[in-house]
């Protein structure tokens, strides 16, 4: 069942060279049933990322290029007047899709960000007192510029935390460079993707990770990670009871891709960094800088024991 994912792995593969690690933790967010969240400079493959996944798994795409001026209406949805039917028309926004590439996310305005929020946690849209359900599966991939650049508004906790996983590509190496270089145009090699599974093996692959067993130590290790971040100083609040359950059904989805059918404490180490670092804050220390969220979520890592 896992066997394509693996297929879709591989395609990814082919357009997005030399980062095979964020291609898997990339399909190990969607198989969890989360949203994903792609971090970094312009030019390094993060839209091509999210087209790449959306069209391998066979999704239904709709992708919104925010700006500073895009309104919530213009991503849900708007009621206009028909004279012909004497009424208003709900005519759907592109969120009424199964996956929304959300590119920039954060150079939206707050209030826009925000009407994401109940479609990425319910599932579901309220326009003029209406709420209307999103298809199944939906996912929402986005992608955003580091904060420091020029026009952006960072994401609220709030919205950080319903992303189940962050990733960053960072730049490719010597060899992927050159492929790139040498090779075909990403844009066009987009074009002749074919999907690789459908929506409804998906649906199935998603169902089957019921099955991977979880042992009781093993969400002790989880308890222990979660309340050491909460205790250790270490950030200025710890992870949340929504995130150790993020972090257990990564782990159940990065078990189900290695072939097993129970999950190892390597199974929550691997995916601790991409689920958890995004939704903590470093506590300054007293010479007031603060070391990255990444490097600390290791030192946490390190400091609880298996």
């Not at 390094?44 to 990322?49: C, D, F, I, Q």
């Not at 270490?234 to 891709?257: C, T």
Request: proline share 6%; charged share 20%; hydrophobic share 45%.
């Amino acid at each position: 069942m896992f066997e394509k994912l693996h297929a879709v792995a591989r395609q990814v593969g082919t357009v997005i060279v030399g980062k095979d690690m964020q291609v898997r933790q990339a399909l190990t967010c969607l198989l969890a049933g989360g949203h994903l969240l792609v971090e970094d400079v312009p030019g390094v493959g993060k839209t091509t990322l999210a087209h790449a996944l959306a069209i391998s798994l066979g999704l239904r795409f709709n992708r919104v290029q925010f700006t500073s001026d895009l309104l919530p209406a213009d991503v849900a949805g708007i009621s206009v007047y028909e004279r012909e039917k004497n009424g208003f028309v709900f005519h759907a926004g592109p969120i009424f899709t199964q996956v929304l590439l959300a590119d920039e996310i954060n150079r939206a305005t707050p209030k826009t960000q925000s009407g994401l929020l109940e479609a990425m946690e319910e599932r579901q849209v309220t326009a003029d007192g209406v709420t209307r359900a999103l298809p199944e599966p939906f996912f929402v991939i986005a992608t955003q510029n580091p904060t420091h650049q020029v026009g952006t508004f960072p994401l609220p906790e709030s919205q950080l935390d319903r992303f189940l996983m962050c990733l960053s590509l960072g730049y490719p190496d010597a060899a992927a460079e050159r492929a790139l270089l040498m090779g075909e145009d990403r844009r066009s090699m987009l074009k002749t993707l074919q999907p690789a599974m459908q929506p409804s093996e998906l649906a199935a692959a998603q169902q089957a990770l019921r099955q991977i067993h979880t042992s009781a130590s093993l969400i002790d290790y989880v308890q222990a990670l979660a309340q050491a971040s909460r205790r250790d100083g270490l950030f200025a609040e710890g992870l949340s009871p929504r995130a150790a359950i993020a972090l257990l059904q990564a782990a159940r989805a990065w078990a189900a891709l290695e072939g097993r059918d129970h999950v190892i404490p390597e199974d929550v180490q691997a995916v601790l960094v991409p689920v958890c670092a995004h939704r903590l804050r470093p506590l300054k220390s007293t010479h007031g800088t603060a070391l990255a969220s990444r490097d600390l979520v290791l030192q946490l890592q390190k400091s609880v024991p298996v």
